[in-house]
């Protein structure tokens, strides 16, 4: 990221919430389908897994129960549904059984580790896989404009507690991936709401890297100004871990470390490869905290005089979904974990800021975001959303299915702005 600055004002001093009437922009209805994934041997819940509509570019992806939903027609229903996931065998669910399932669908994915057969051995270095990798980026990913409709949300958690939850239908256009630049990448906010603690104990004004246009600077393969880019090799050394299957394709692993100090902070991670295509296939990064003022430089903008500001830990998660001969952009989250306490008090509070953008449909060649309706790097996601009131929000737009938790936090919290409107 390094001087690409964007900002998301997480706690701001809330008036009382009020409800708005909503118009209806959503396409015409469509069948809700939900289900939770778990691994078949232990029976816990997998998170992260892509769930597709087989033949379409709708899909969405499980929360941490395992748990998805996707609303679709019986023509987008038609070739069934296909669940995929790092180290796992993929599931193919067919409509039949969607059909004829009652309530919730249950898909038990294998784990892989036992099932691997012949082992491709690499004979370069993993330094040279990543080359060759970013040299394919224009065969590999689309060479057209894109527009996807994807499905976004910030939360904000005050050691365990939530304390706010925003939420948005957001538009995301992408330029052709021959030329890796993110500059002429825009978002635009299409419908959102929000709904956040009042307390005052939990008011404190932060801003710091973030919001929706974040998926614009993460999308490492389109950005060559981040760790993808030939410029930042020299900076990291690589190691080839244990390959594992990814929509049941294999994928090397290689392993990054920083191996120089600089004036900005590193990451750290994981790169997957597929080992047929040479393409990107999922980016796992935590940021060096060795330097917390590097780190903290990266990731706080501005807070409030006397507040000490300690980052604890910063993570993302960047996932492609092949679809053909291409690979498309599929899933970006982020966790910043970080922790602020007053000079003059005893006692610090933990926050965890969250934030997932997931691809629910992808249309080629559109028109592009006009300037004046991009959502820019300045606006505070919070501003530009509505308070959260009506639970037919969504309508027939595919989102990210809430974890229990967070459905239960949104139940306190609406409760507790209801309580303190004014009468």
């Known amino acids: 990221m390094k001087q690409i600055l964007l900002t998301l004002l997480l706690f701001l001093i809330i008036g009382p919430a009020t409800s708005r009437s909503h118009a209806s922009d959503s396409p015409a209805s469509k069948r809700l389908i939900t289900g939770v994934v778990v691994d078949r041997e232990t029976q816990t819940a997998l998170s992260q897994v892509a769930v597709v509509a087989v ?27 296909k669940f995929t996931h790092v180290g796992y065998m993929n599931y193919l669910l067919g409509a039949e059984r969607v059909d004829a399932a009652r309530g919730r669908i249950e898909v038990s994915m294998v784990p892989t580790a036992h099932l691997m057969g012949e082992v491709t051995i690499y004979g370069g270095t993993p330094r040279e896989l990543i080359v060759q990798a970013i040299e394919k980026i224009p065969q590999n ?11 976004y949300r910030e939360t904000v958690q005050k050691r365990k507690a939530y304390i706010a ?54 999308d490492v393969v389109k950005n060559d100004e981040e760790v993808l880019s030939y410029s930042q090799l020299d900076f990291y050394n690589y190691q080839l ?44 990064l935590e940021l060096d905290m060795s330097d917390p003022v590097a780190a903290s430089a990266l990731l706080l903008h501005r807070k409030p005089a006397g507040l000490r500001f300690r980052p604890q830990g910063i993570s993302f998660l960047i996932g ?48 592009i975001i006009r300037n004046r309706d991009r959502f820019r790097a300045d606006q505070i996601f919070y501003d530009e959303v509505e308070a959260y009131a009506d639970p037919n929000y969504w309508q027939d737009y595919n989102i990210l299915e809430p974890t229990e938790s967070l459905e239960h936090a949104v139940d306190r919290l609406r409760k507790r702005s209801v309580r303190q409107q004014p009468h």
């Open 55 to 81: 033949g379409s570019n709708i899909g969405t992806v499980t929360n941490a129960d395992g748990e998805f939903s996707l609303k679709l027609t019986s023509e987008e229903l038609a070739d069934g549904l």
């Open 241 to 284: 871990e244990a390959p594992v299957l990814l929509d049941n394709r294999m994928q090397h692993v290689i392993r990054i470390t920083p191996r120089v100090k600089l004036d900005y902070a590193l990451f750290s991670g994981l790169i997957y490869i597929d080992q047929e295509r040479g393409s990107f296939s999922r980016v796992e």
């Open 141 to 151: 990913y689309s060479p057209n404009e894109h527009l996807y409709t994807t499905f």
């Open 165 to 218: 939850v925003s939420e948005a239908v957001m538009d995301l256009y992408k330029t052709p991936y021959s030329d890796r630049s993110i500059y002429r990448d825009k978002v635009r906010l299409r419908k959102g709401r929000r709904l956040v603690n009042h307390q005052a104990s939990d008011t404190l004004a932060v801003k710091i890297v973030g919001g929706p246009s974040l998926s614009l600077v993460m």
């Open 320 to 367: 492609y979904r092949q679809q053909g001969d291409r690979s498309y952009l599929n899933y970006v989250r982020s966790e910043f974990r970080f922790k602020c306490d007053w000079k003059r008090r005893l006692f610090s509070s933990t926050y965890t800021a969250l934030s997932e953008m997931v691809m629910v449909d992808r249309e080629e060649n559109p028109e």
